[in-house]
């Protein structure tokens, strides 16, 4: 159960379970429709284990030690036991593909823990956390379809699906209004991780749906929130995971917003940054000018949000 405090400005005790019952979706579903290979059972036993921590955490609020070792331990099974990791970029600065070998383990474990904490740290007003996994998986899936990458697509589809129930409850969509629910960590935590995990899946190996540059523009709005955070809290000579209320939807908030009219302005954000990235993949954008599109678009949004923040 989730307990209003200072910082938690809901009334009642909520129940934390919106993580596990999309868990349980993903999980059942994937059993049924995907092969039985050591790829799927390890990406199932990892998604397992972060939302086991997650809902330690929802239950005992357990330390960020432990919370980033569970989440180094979900990146070494994905490196070592099935050896996919980030090692190609693409095209970044047109002077031809970068390939980083070894080294793409090291940003690997960077990306997982940072795409993980980032969809973690998002999860601050109703809707907010299940309306951009929502855009990010939705924009998985359909690269994913339209390039024939059939196990990825469903496991997309089917975290949209299960999103789908949570939000009606989350955001009090029913007749009787008591009965609502929060994603918890367990939840959020699930979907940064199978968000990375696709999304890694999905850009590189041989058969890859989308490039590199097009992930970033898929998990913008998540990815930007958190960077900007964590750098005004060290700044601040403050521990990165210290909580605060400095996130995009904070601001917005302190901007007269109404939480529906934040969830709305931020959600339709995602969806812009997200149809960046799919026309420019479907397109065959060069992949450079993306890349500098991102760089202009993060640094506009950081300069924005040092002119919100006092």
Known sequence: MDKPDARKQHSGHIPLVGGISIFLSI???????????????VFLVSIALMVFIGALDDKFDVSVKIRLVGQLLVATLMILVLDIYINHLGNLFNLGDINIGGAG???TYIAVLGI??????????DGLLGCLSLNSFLSIGILANISGNNEVAIVAYVACAALIPYLIFNLNLLADKTRKVFMGDSGSMLIGLAVVWLLTLSTQGEETSLRPVTALWICAIPLMDACSVIFRRLKRNQSPFK???DHLHHILLNLNLTPRQTLILITLMSVLTSAVGLVGELMVINEFVMFISFLVTFTAY?????????
């Open 243 to 245: 909580p605060d209320r």
């Open 27 to 41: 999980f059942i579903v994937s059993i049924i429709w995907l092969p039985d290979n050591t790829e799927n059972r």
């Open 105 to 107: 383990i090291l940003l």
């Open 302 to 310: 950081l300069l924005l949000i040092k002119k919100s923040v006092k």
């Open 116 to 125: 993980i904490n980032a969809f973690n740290m998002v999860d601050g007003i």
